[in-house]
């Protein structure tokens, strides 16, 4: 998996790419870990390159959304692919979760 | 050298001898910085050479040929030949020396290998094959003691001494420093200031995969100093060293990793004697389910319970994440639950879900996980299915006479939130119909070419063993999975429940 971190003002962007799951779930962890590190947490993962995420994926994003949310933020998620949609709608996460069509949108959502 | 050969070979030298003085020569000499090695007849002190050449072997002046009483052009070119002739021998014995030398320290170093091996072939313990490396070592270098310092990958130090304990970590410490200031590839020093009791050293890096910094030492020659053979067999004891220090830890690697292997089956047995051992014998049910975790051990379970008023209360869940970690949350999950399952009067699927989700969200919290779980309450008596889904699926209602439905999940999975939004709903179950409730582990299966088995392929393979017990419809859609994902790493757990009203 390839993991790349950008910042527009102070939004933390994690870009991911490929299969996330119990192999590659611990190095995004790491990525979130810091991009969590001090409030205000601001962070949009941009799933629009990954193609399957399984429960230890989803595991971390819960995990990383409650970090940023004790750390006055939040985890916005963006560009879902449908077979990754459709893993987040059968469990129900989707109601947990923040999800935008595009980044734009996640990054928007902030300013709110 | 030219003493040498003229002993070694002195008929050569008689008949060049001869060869002059039947030529007319007064005499013929070897002679070397003034002094006469050789001469035909008896050298005489008022003798003076007319003819000489210089033997020059590898650019160094040995001495010369010389012979009196002759003055031709002839007799000079033919000593000179003979000079080079005789350089040609001198060579010749040279590199025989060195062979010679080369096979003796090969010898050495064969012998010491021999002797080296026959001490620690038998040891799979490292203390101890150590200990006797470092005996037979001091004893084959004739130091007072030998050393290994072995700073493995893990941040383990193993540091032996054998026999006398004459280091101290500070003190190979400060030897280490000098060794990698020397550049030489080795440490020899034949006289050692600042170190008590050590009068000299010879330390000689090792070669261990799995050691950041490894290094073997001789301390004290007995006699003497370390001299150029012994730097050789120090090199030679250090490399069977390395050698031997990875098949120690290779061995303990591979005993700790059938031990884990043994503790996993263990484990493994223990998981499969926690899920209900017995079917329930329903009047009116044709009941099932079956697990198969990925590893020996897994994140999925199920679990039922046959109240005493013929209702049956079950449950299947899968814990997010893979192997022991997911095993050991399952256990507590499935506990939980479990009491949770056998209240009575009994408890509706929404109560067990926030209960136990209530009970158990912080321990998931802390460890980063979280469980789908599907509950069903099953009346037989009127066919009604009561249940509630936290963030489970596959849910299958396959009805006898319709195209088979998947019942979505309704809430998030347990340990998300403090307190669930799970909710609950009610079908009813005639004669003919089948509700399967499986894990994920059953449609998220890959084949050699990544297809993913999928949900439609699933639902369609139930419909079409509608007809079929529970209990074979379980096993096939089990092995219909297992054939799509042939030859392949079973990525998931695989759990199914089949339930089957049958009257």
Partial sequence: ?112 | MLEIILVNRQPVFNKLAEAWLDAGATFFAVVNGGQVLASWPDYLKNDTADLTVPIVVNGVALGELQVGGLHSEEARQMLYIEGQVIEAIVQQEQELNSVAAVLVDTQDQFWALYQLTQTTRSYLDMEEMLEALLAKSADLMSTESTFIWLELNNGQLLFYQHPAVLLGKADVTDFLIKLVRSRAGFLCLREVENHPGIENILMVPVDVRFAKTAVIGMVNKVEGAFTTPDIKLARIIAEYAGAQVENVISYQDSLDKARLGQQMELAERVQSQLFSQEKPQVPGLDFWAASKAASHVGGDFYDYYLHPNGCLTFVVGDVSGKGIASALLMAMTLSVTRIRMQRTPALSPRQIIEQVNSELYKDFSRVNMFATVFVGQFDPANGRLVYANAGHSPVIFCPAEYKPMFIEADSEPMGILPKTTATERTIFLKSGDILIVGSDGLYEVHNKDEVMFGLDRLATAVASLRTETAHMLSNKVLELIHDFNAGQYQEDDRTILVLKPTG
């Fill in chain 1, 1 to 112: 998996m390839q993991i790349t971190e950008r910042q527009i003002n102070d939004i933390q962007i994690l870009e991911l790419a490929g299969r996330f799951d119990t192999t590659t779930a611990n190095s995004v962890l790491r990525h979130i870990d810091s991009a969590t590190a001090k409030p205000p947490a601001k962070v949009v993962v941009n799933l629009e390159k990954v193609s399957f995420v399984d429960s230890t994926g989803l595991s971390t994003l819960v995990q990383g959304t409650k970090q940023s949310r004790m750390q006055d933020g939040d985890l916005y998620i963006c560009g879902l692919q449908q077979p990754v949609r459709i893993i987040f709608e059968l469990t129900r996460l989707d109601k947990f979760f923040e999800i935008f069509s595009a980044e734009e949108d996640a990054i928007a959502a902030f300013s709110l």
